[in-house]
């Protein structure tokens, strides 16, 4: 394109823009650090900053180098630029980190060991190469998943770590203490194969660039790049750090946008240390505070600020607004997750009859496990909903699953849900027997379970496959006659644990396997809520269809991680306990990550928003009791208003409060073990009866204290109370 002519400083694209932002955007040289708070209007500084450099004639678009950390970023930041000139840029620099690196070392690949048309390879590439290093290692990959490995390398690559630079200590015993021996073979191979991972792309990149041997090509990049724009620095990792310390080296010319109390990927390999260390890296640097707000009202902001106060990690700046002070924010105690998730459903409702369309409300969760009973509860309400970064619970898997089962249990004709299980748990049906019997099916003009009936009776299988076909009809047979007198969830209880589900799901050694099974319990207690198994199965067919219409209005479920860069008119933050937010992990390793992302969360709202914690909650199959979260403490009396005298107490005493509460717990649990006996059920389950001692996986040790069918309320050593299911535990 031809280089526009100079303007000045009176474009039209200045006009709207308010004194910082007005600062960051003609700030082109050195190095600059703009602080832009939630909704203080960041991507807009920096599109017109980047339409300024080439306006005023500063760069070329080649000799500007724009990093974004996602592709739709870039190209968003792509077209307004065009809009902002009047005209289509070409030839600059913009894409996400690894885009970039990628670009520049197809230049340079052989350099590396590579080829310019080297391939990048997947997650699922990646573990099968280290799964075939492991066996050839005898290494055991059940004690040693592939997954784990392919992290742990992971990790190593974003803090820019080549296999020479593992220690021992590092590398740890992980591998059988071959984990070091494992990257450096993994790397060889990858090179064998021409081929890098995303990791790759920058390490390569650093590696050239740090070498002295290649002084010239460091040279090129420092003559070509002008002008560095960063977007989202708070987010950078090691790597990426380096990356661009190493090519802002030349004209020194950096300009970095980003919020530090937004830093919320440290889990990740962020380093919020990166930001926070600007002025350092360089000493002559211009710091600029984006801190009007464009997107919230007055009571959301003070929120926030109040909150994000109490961090002692940060640059500093508090966000204002013109805007009118509002409502105030709603924090709300409930008894339990049911009480807490029917209010949202009511108040998402009283919002819609006030016009306020579903898109512009949203529930967001600290973790995708609190969003079953949501998700429970807005299928049942009939609001239109999806979830962001999880499955609703009748879609997932073993909700699948388990609805296969309870499918042929009121109608065996239906072969789809036969096919689906007939292998779940492996019982060696393979798609060569399967496929055999259905051709029996078509040809008699039954239905594959009456087939495979016939084939039973008439000794028409192999012994190998007759067995486990056996004993699933009998276990039809007898989950059939049970649903005559039983309740349908305790005949889904018994499926789950005589079919061997349950123990399928126990033997599983990832991570995944305990969230297996919370969700098989939450699935258990949805079923409650229905009169029949034929009412739970018609609403599991209704809310499980169509579920991606198109141009539907819907509420938003997601997680607080996801909802970064988001905003909704309409907000709920529910799950506001000690022990979920802050969660256990960060308490007592970075507390002041997880009240950054109670303000990332807080700031997502524009009009109302409300915060809910309740004292009983059940997840991961359990219920426990908790106290509110100590955020709570942290929010201003004068922009809240609450329904509970827990908030009161929790303002101004905060841990304290929480310390007693713990105590009041514990000895109501102590009460529910010696009262037991006026309420425990003569009969035992599976064996086990009231004052049994259990052991459980996770929790440890415990006592029952109430049992309900399949279902234990059990006393744990650790002074919680929690609900499982009698397969979840065994006796001492």
Excluded at 7 to 28: D, F, H, I
Excluded at 157 to 165: G, L, S
Excluded at 466 to 484: H, I, M, T, V, Y
Excluded at 645 to 662: D, G, K, L, M
Aim: charged share 25%; aromatic share 8%.
């Amino acid at each position: 394109m031809t280089m526009p002519q100079p303007t000045g400083n009176n474009s039209s694209y200045m006009e709207n823009l308010n004194a910082p932002q007005r600062e960051a955007v003609e700030a082109l040289d050195g190095a600059v650090l703009v602080l832009a708070g939630a909704g203080t209007g960041k991507t807009r500084v920096l599109t017109t900053r980047l339409a300024h450099l080439i306006a005023t004639g500063k760069a070329w678009p080649s000799q500007i180098l724009a990093v974004t950390f996602t592709n739709k970023a870039a190209q968003e930041m792509k077209e307004r630029v065009a809009h902002t000139l009047g005209q289509p840029v070409e030839g600059w620099w913009l894409g996400t980190f690894h885009s970039l690196s990628a670009r520049m070392l197809r230049r340079h690949a052989e350099l590396v060991g590579l080829t310019s048309n080297f391939t990048i390879i997947d997650p699922d590439d990646q573990q099968r190469v280290i799964k075939q290093l492991l066996e050839a290692e005898n290494i055991d990959t059940k004690k040693c998943p592939p997954s784990l490995v392919q992290s742990v390398i992971d990790r190593w690559k974003d803090k820019a770590w080549t296999p020479e630079a593992i220690t021992a200590d590092e590398a740890g015993n992980l591998a059988n203490g071959k984990m070091r021996q494992i990257y450096a073979q993994y790397q060889a191979r990858l090179k064998q194969l021409n081929a890098c991972d995303f990791g790759d792309l920058m390490l390569h990149m650093i590696t050239i660039l740090k070498n002295p041997q290649h002084a010239d090509i460091l040279q090129l990049y420092h003559k070509q790049f002008r002008y560095i724009l960063v977007d989202e620095y708070q987010d950078t990792n090691v790597a990426q750090y380096l990356w661009l310390r190493i090519l802002a080296q030349g004209s020194g010319n950096i300009c970095c946008v980003g919020d530090d109390d937004q830093s919320i990927y440290g889990w990740r390999g962020a380093e919020v240390d990166n930001i926070l260390r600007f002025e350092k890296d360089f000493p002559d640097a211009k710091i600029i505070r984006l801190e009007q707000n464009y997107r919230s009202t007055g009571h959301i902001l003070n929120a926030a600020s109040s909150v994000i106060a109490n961090n002692d990690g940060r640059l500093g700046k508090t966000l204002w607004s013109d805007a009118n002070i509002g409502e105030k924010i709603k924090v709300c105690g409930f008894w339990s997750d049911r009480e807490e998730a029917q209010y949202i459903i009511n108040e998402i409702k009283a919002a819609e009859s006030q016009t306020i369309p579903l898109s512009e409300i949203a529930i967001l969760v600290r973790t995708i496990a609190q969003t079953y009973s949501l998700d429970k509860a807005l299928a049942t309400s009939g609001i239109p909903y999806r979830i962001i970064g999880g499955t609703k619970l009748l879609e997932r898997q073993e909700g699948r699953d388990i609805l296969s089962y309870m499918r042929l249990l009121a109608q065996s004709a239906d072969d789809l849900a036969l096919e689906r299980i007939i292998n779940v748990p492996k019982r060696g049906i393979g798609a060569v027997t399967l496929n055999d019997l259905r051709i029996i099916a078509r040809e008699r003009g039954i239905s594959l379970y009456s087939a495979i009936e016939q084939q039973l009776k008439n000794g028409g299988l192999k012994p190998k496959i007759r067995a486990p076909l056996q004993d699933l009809f009998s276990g039809f047979a007898r989950w059939k006659d049970s649903l005559q007198t039983m309740p349908h969830p305790i005949v889904a209880s018994m499926v789950l644990e005589e079919s061997g589900y349950l123990a399928m799901i126990q033997a599983q050694k990832d991570s995944e396997a305990h969230d297996y099974l919370g969700r098989l319990n939450e699935l258990l207690r949805y079923m409650e809520d229905f009169e029949t198994l034929e009412a739970f199965l018609e609403h599991a067919a209704l809310v499980t269809d169509n579920k991606d219409r198109v141009n539907t209005e819907q509420v938003t479920l997601m997680t607080m991680h996801a909802a970064k860069g988001l905003e909704f008119r309409v907000l709920f933050l529910p799950g506001w306990e000690e022990g979920i937010f802050p969660s256990p992990r960060s308490i007592n390793k970075d507390l002041e990550e997880e009240r950054r992302l109670a303000y990332v969360a807080i700031t997502r709202a524009r009009e109302q928003a409300c915060i809910s914690y309740v004292t009983s909650r059940y997840m991961h199959g359990e219920t426990k009791h908790s106290v509110p979260s100590r955020f709570i403490g942290e929010l201003p009396p004068d922009s809240i208003e609450s329904n509970s005298e827990i908030v009161t107490h929790a303002s101004t005493e905060n841990i304290p409060y929480f310390q007693r509460q713990t105590a009041a717990n514990r000895k109501y649990l102590d009460h529910l073990v010696e009262e037991a006996s006026d309420y425990l059920p003569s009969q035992p389950s599976g064996g086990m009866m009231k004052g049994t001692r259990v052991r459980h996986r996770d929790f440890g040790e415990g006592t029952i204290v109430h049992i309900d069918g399949k279902k234990l309320d059990i006393a744990f050593d650790d002074g919680e109370m929690r609900r499982l299911m009698a397969g979840f535990v065994e006796r001492l």
